[in-house]
Structures are given as C-alpha cells and as structure tokens.
C-alpha cells in the first residue's frame, strides 16, 4: 500500500441490500487521519465487479495516472478537484459527478482538501 494512504475497511455485499450512511462515514473518514496522510479510503461496498470508494484527499493529494478495467464515476462530495481525462482538464467542484468509460487513463487531484465518492465497475472480476 502507498505510503501516506490508508483503506480503513470493506463493506462485502452478502444480503439483498446494504444501506450505509454516507454522513456517518464522511465523519469516520475525516476522523480517522493519521500524520503525514495526503489521502485515505474506505471501500463502503465491495460485490462481483462492483466497489464503491470513499476517499477523502488533502489540497495537493493526486491519484496517479492510470486507467481502469471498467467505468467509473468520480463524485465529489465536498471540496473540489482537479480531473485529467486524456489530457482534457476538467474543474470538479463539490456536487459534481464524472463518469468515465473503461480503459481511458485518468488522474485527479485535490485543489483543496476534497472527499470523494468513487464507483468502479470491474467487468473481469468475479
């Protein structure tokens, strides 16, 4: 694991359904930093192909580069970010959701310190 980055827990899908309180884990997420920490996460949900990924990032923090086997969404629920999507910037403010198909490379970064809602469907998992 990179350091300065901390998943605190997952949250498997074993019945029909998992409510889950995004206001209580923004709260435990931005509790739970440690000195030195640029960013950390806590995957909420976890079935099949399927993760959702709350990430809180300080001002500066980036995800590196990278591209995903399925879609994503980048949802931001508070702060704001900075996105590159094959080069294009975009401007990501607080209420604002980006979808991003399968395979194309992408990073983000933390204007100020930002809490994120990220879902990723993984068509190759199992």
Same mark, same amino acid.
């Not at 000195?35 to 300080?58: A, E, Y």
């Not at 100020?112 to 469907?121: F, G, I, N, P, V």
């Given at each position: 694991?990179?350091?300065?980055?901390?998943?605190?827990?997952? =949250?498997?899908?074993?019945?029909?359904?998992?409510? *889950?309180?995004?206001?209580?884990?923004?709260?435990?997420? =931005?509790?739970?930093?440690?000195? #030195?920490?640029? %960013?950390? #996460?806590?995957?909420? $949900? %976890?079935?099949?192909?399927?993760?959702?990924?709350?990430?809180?990032?300080?001002?500066?923090?980036?995800?590196?580069?990278?591209?995903?086997? #399925?879609?994503?969404?980048?949802?931001?629920?508070?702060? =704001?970010?900075?996105?590159?999507?094959?080069?294009?910037?975009?401007?990501?403010?607080?209420?604002?959701? *980006?979808? *991003?198909?399968? #395979? $194309?490379? =992408?990073?983000?970064?933390?204007?100020?310190?930002?809490?994120?809602?990220?879902?990723?469907?993984?068509?190759?998992?199992?």
């Amino acid at each position: 694991m990179p350091e300065g980055h901390t998943y605190l827990r997952t =949250h498997d899908l074993s019945a029909e359904h998992l409510a *889950i309180d995004l206001a209580e884990a923004v709260t435990a997420l =931005h509790g739970s930093a440690a000195p #030195g920490q640029d %960013r950390r #996460g806590v995957t909420l $949900v %976890r079935q099949g192909g399927l993760s959702v990924v709350l990430t809180h990032l300080h001002a500066g923090a980036r995800l590196a580069e990278h591209a995903a086997p #399925g879609a994503v969404t980048v949802q931001v629920l508070d702060g =704001h970010v900075r996105a590159w999507v094959r080069g294009d910037e975009l401007d990501v403010k607080s209420g604002r959701l *980006i979808a *991003i198909d399968s #395979g $194309v490379r =992408h990073s983000v970064e933390a204007v100020e310190d930002s809490t994120l809602l990220l879902t990723l469907a993984d068509p190759t998992a199992k």
